[in-house]
């Protein structure tokens, strides 16, 4: 069968265009109650229309200029802005960016300024500072501060958490006399980014050096340097709290000692709430971070270090155990009661929350007896389930892999009950990969399709997805997700009138039938990709970006089959698209998805000027009998760049076969013609004549096609082998077969693993002797 795809010119093609590219973002963040102005560093950037702020306390006040390699904007950051990173994305009237992070601090940012590579040049800065500067390659930036002894001093780089490049910085603090104070590379709280918190040992001028860790550097090494006296905790205790309440917190550095805050909880779970730790009137720069839940929190309570001194608790899951291992070789021990028959889940939290400590967490019954234990299924970090098989206590004991302990090896034990858990995402269309069409760019008049990956935990079912809120003119084509899927496309239509710009909107799934959201869209984003693949830092929103974009070139639509792809089958697609007039750029055209058991062929052309393609579809013999909806994605060349639309969602029926078959094995002499039957399995009734033809014959050996009905119960050929044909067995003989209805094929695949064997006249005739 033939579905189709023909060019109609008579779309208006004005100036067109076709998706920006951001490179960077500079300045790479700024301080809360300023404005400033901030440069987006790209291509196709000529007609910039919006920034996009994915938080709240940016607000953009203009753009002032724009060209086709660097938009200009004034930023307002408003006094109460949250610290810490925010999202931007960077909207043209044709397309979308990609995301880029700027981050919010409390302090007056300077420029970091040049020479000032050696001791005795170092740059004088004020306390309270943020530098903001490039680690070029064989770069050493100094940096001289004023001190008085007892002074607290704290520095903390932001380098590879900025996003911006692989700069693995290298800080240290040396005296007046030259001697180094503090010397730091990694960290477990900042990753590659090092910090030193000190007290002052003596009045005096002190110098902060910053480079690579090897010397290296580059354009892209961009670095924020925090200097003051704020408070860097490297462990806050207890690390999470329930939803809503407000809680004392134990804070600690060795600069600070032990000191307390209070906090309120947001309303609503967090996996990961940013604290910023405030002391004697300062604040950090960057943030812990800390679990939100909506249960309570039990604290380990010393002694603990075995089963009979276990910290107990009366409450049932769920629930979430604190403690700190500060020992070397420390065992916490905690005990709570369970019912019989409910699935439970225990996962840590340490190293996800920044934590040095690698777990190892154990499950015990009430006699003791080991029931589950786990050390890294979850990163450095220990996650498990078990049953209990009675109502009764139950143990859990955790210690570290490698027996360290100390004041920073805070941990978070969650027992829980196994929830039902959606994760909504758009998957990666390319390997390693993580913002290409990571967002919706529908254009007026048009369709956009994306794939949605669902990721079920701890339970089945058919989903209903939905994005309310839509921009106005756009809606949205979706099917429902069956329970045995985990990909399906998703087609978003503007028309020809609506309004170009720009939501950020939610996507969530519910169980089919029910209202109640089960997940959420969520992106992870990777920034800065390390060795062998693996990411040194990324970030994530819980957004998905809808556009609506000025006109493109080109439309896609499929015509539905009128008849179905059947197991075992083959389809060819046709389909209708229209051209501008003037536009004859080739149209690449591939398939968003695949229903289960369908393949396809990675890619099709509409040549340069065409008006059509086929793309082949094919079933497996056990490919699900059932209606889909499918949709073709294209995309050509508009302006330098590729512009995508899509088809609308149409419905592919897969069925069983109308026909099957079994082809009798033939000896067959070369040079001579015999008969090959094909014994015939009417599986359900046709109209008229199909044409039934023998395939996978070897090279000089012929059969001409024959025509069948719906009373045959076989099919015989002629086969004729050419003198000059090769010896020997084939195996894979089968027959396809071409069903007309409706005026279109349905294409069958029957009888594989035929066997025609070519042999020499005596050994036929003494084969047959023999038989």
């Not at 984003?525 to 006109?551: H, M, R």
């Not at 094919?618 to 512009?643: C, F, Q, T, Y």
């Not at 109209?687 to 090279?699: N, Q």
């Amino acid at each position: 069968m033939q579905i189709a795809v023909a060019v109609i010119c008579c779309l208006p093609w004005a100036v067109l265009g076709t998706s920006p590219q951001v490179k960077s973002v500079l300045p790479t963040g700024g301080q809360r109650g300023t404005e400033l102005e901030v440069s987006f560093e790209g291509e196709r950037l000529q007609d910039a229309a919006e920034i996009l702020c994915y938080e709240p306390g940016i607000e953009i006040l203009k753009i002032n200029s724009a060209t086709n390699h660097v938009v200009k904007a004034q930023l307002k950051i408003s006094p109460d802005c949250a610290l810490g990173e925010h999202h931007l994305r960077l909207r043209t009237e044709s397309g979308l960016s990609e995301l880029r992070t700027f981050v919010i601090g409390p302090y007056p940012v300077v420029a970091e300024v040049e020479p000032n590579n050696e001791s005795t040049n170092a740059q004088k800065i004020a306390l309270s500072t943020t530098v903001t500067g490039v680690i070029k390659n064989e770069d050493v930036d100094c940096f001289a501060v004023e001190l008085k002894k007892g002074q607290r001093l704290s520095a903390e780089v932001e380098g590879m958490r900025l996003g911006r490049g692989n700069f693995d910085p290298r800080l240290a603090l040396l005296d007046e006399e030259g001697k180094v104070l503090a010397d730091a590379d990694d960290t477990w709280l900042g990753r590659q980014d090092p910090f030193i918190s000190l007290v002052a040992p003596k009045d005096g001028t002190y110098v902060l050096k910053l480079r690579d860790v090897t010397y290296g550097g580059a354009d892209d090494c961009h670095y924020r340097l925090h200097i003051g006296t704020f408070p860097r905790p490297t462990a806050i205790f207890p690390l999470g709290g329930k939803a809503g309440e407000t809680n004392t917190l134990k804070c600690f550095s060795e600069a600070t000692g032990e000191f307390t805050q209070q906090v309120k909880f947001p309303d609503e779970p967090n996996e990961k709430f940013a604290l910023f730790a405030e002391l004697d009137g300062s604040i950090a720069p960057t943030p812990n971070w800390l679990r939100v839940s909506q249960f309570a929190n039990v604290l380990a309570i010393s002694p603990n270090q075995d089963r009979e001194h276990a910290t107990a608790t009366e409450l049932m899951p769920p629930l979430a155990f604190n403690g700190i291992l500060v020992q070397k070789g420390q065992e916490d021990w905690f005990r709570f009661p369970a019912t019989k028959g409910t699935p439970l889940s225990v996962n840590v939290y340490a190293r996800r929350l920044r934590s040095p400590l690698d777990s190892v967490l154990t499950v015990f019954d009430s006699k003791g007896q080991s029931l589950a234990s786990d050390d890294d299924a979850a990163g450095a970090d220990s996650s498990l389930k078990f049953t209990p098989g009675e109502t009764t206590n139950y143990f859990v004991r955790i210690k570290d892999m490698l027996g360290h302990g100390g004041r920073d090896f805070v941990y978070r034990i969650e027992v829980t009950s196994n929830q039902s858990l959606l994760n909504l995402k758009i998957p990666e269309v390319s390997r390693n990969d993580t913002q290409s069409r990571q967002y919706i760019t529908v254009a007026r008049g048009n369709r956009f399709a994306t794939l949605i990956s669902a990721k079920r935990v701890n339970f089945t079912g058919d989903l209903d997805l939905s994005v309310p809120e839509l921009p106005e003119g756009v809606n949205l084509q979706c099917d429902r997700m069956r329970g045995n899927m985990e990909n399906m496309p998703l087609v978003f239509e503007a028309s020809a009138e609506a309004p170009i710009g720009c939501k950020l909107l939610d996507l969530s799934g519910a169980i089919h039938g029910t209202s109640n959201s089960l997940g959420h869209f969520h992106q992870d984003i990777e920034l800065v990709q390390g060795p062998n693949n693996s990411s040194f830092f990324g970030t994530s929103v819980d957004k998905l970006c809808v556009a609506v974009t000025k006109e493109a070139p080109y439309k896609l639509r499929i015509v539905e089959p009128k008849v179905p792809l059947v197991q075992a089958g083959s389809m060819k697609l046709e389909v209708v698209a229209e051209r501008a007039a003037g536009f004859d750029e080739p149209i690449e055209v591939s398939m968003i998805w695949n229903p289960p058991g369908i393949s396809s062929q990675s890619e099709a052309t509409i040549p340069k000027g065409g008006s059509n393609v086929f793309y082949q579809l094919s079933a497996n013999g056990g490919a699900e009998a059932r209606k889909s909806k499918i949709a073709v994605l294209g995309h050509a060349n508009v302006e330098g760049g590729p512009v995508y639309v899509s088809s609308q969602l149409a419905e592919l029926e897969v069925a069983t076969p109308f026909i099957s078959g079994k082809i009798e094995t033939l000896w067959l002499n070369p040079g001579k013609t015999a008969k090959l039957t094909v014994n015939l399995h009417q599986d359900k009734p046709f109209e008229g004549k199909a044409v039934i033809r023998l395939a996978g014959l070897p090279d000089k050996v012929a059969a001409p096609d024959r025509e069948i009905t719906k009373d045959d119960q076989e099919a015989v050929f002629e086969v004729t082998a050419d003198p000059k044909c090769s010896i020997g067995s084939h195996k894979n003989l089968f027959c396809s077969v071409e069903i007309k209805k409706e005026g279109e094929v349905i294409a069958h695949t029957i009888a594989q693993g035929g066997i025609l064997r070519i042999v020499q006249p005596k050994k036929t005739e003494a084969t047959m002797a023999g038989k």
